[in-house]
């Protein structure tokens, strides 16, 4: 993936302002954003992934243009097939998690029907070890369950790439070690280009191709 983008926003709350000022020139197939709480990591993730609109900048993947300001281009996230995996992984409470998968494949506003079987849908959820708990719905899910329904989620649409939010940051310290191998496996095997946001020194060795480290809204390489 040639990731590339330059991302300048001004955030007002209160008499406070965060400046964000971070870009990137990569073509690394994992990307790693790090930095200090605070420090913009989520704010350049949703920029990447059209959920926030910068005041000025560009985003562009593999050559084609996602964001840019001067010229005034701003595809909406749906147009920019980029999946966005969230911190707590955002399922829906009231969808199984078939629905739950199902739901990234859906048109319209129906939500996938409880019986309904659709075949990519069908793979993810055998991909995942997730066949027994099909039916089940998000509380009834451990932490790890809960991911790997976020990460199916995700890829059944099969994006460029995938953006995860502090993908371990709600695990215990087990399932971390546990969940962190599997996706660097899935990533191996899939060849999914990902972009992954941390403060956890062991993502950074483990994804982190290429580092973009971030400090009060600024960006700076890996040493
Ligand atoms: N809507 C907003 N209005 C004003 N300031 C905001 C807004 N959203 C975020 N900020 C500020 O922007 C800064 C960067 O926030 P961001 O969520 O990107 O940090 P982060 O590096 O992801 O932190 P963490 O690791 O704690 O999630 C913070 O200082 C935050 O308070």
Excluded: C
């Excluded at 964000?20 to 790090?34: G, H, M, N, P, T």
């Excluded at 941390?198 to 483990?206: E, G, N, R, S, Y």
């Excluded at 982190?208 to 809204?217: A, F, I, Q, R, S």
């Amino acid at each position: 993936m040639l990731l590339d983008f330059h991302l300048r926003n001004r955030l007002q709350s209160g008499t406070r302002v965060f400046t964000l000022d971070v870009q990137l020139k990569s073509q690394a197939q994992r990307v790693v954003i790090a930095g200090p709480s605070g420090s913009g990591k989520s704010q350049t993730l949703k920029a990447i992934a059209g959920l926030v609109r910068p005041q000025s900048g560009h985003v562009r993947i593999d050559g084609q243009t996602l964001y840019d300001a001067a010229s005034g281009v701003f595809l909406p996230p749906q147009a920019r097939r980029l999946a966005y995996v969230f911190q707590d992984y955002a399922l829906f409470a009231h969808l199984t998690v078939r629905q739950n998968i199902a739901f990234a494949l859906a048109r319209g506003w129906l939500n996938p029907r409880r019986r309904a079987r659709h075949p990519a849908v069908e793979y993810w959820i055998e991909a995942f070890e997730l066949g027994a708990l099909a039916h089940q719905y998000p509380h009834e899910l451990s932490g790890g369950q809960r991911q790997r329904t976020a990460l199916a989620r995700a890829l059944v649409a099969e994006p460029r790439a995938l953006l995860l939010d502090e993908p371990f940051a709600a695990l215990d310290a087990d399932l971390r070690q546990t969940m962190r191998a599997e996706l660097d496996a899935l990533q191996r095997r899939l060849q999914v280009p990902m972009v992954l946001i941390t403060h956890d020194p062991q993502d950074v060795a483990l994804f982190g191709d290429e580092v973009l480290h971030l400090h009060e809204g600024r960006s700076g390489r890996a040493p």
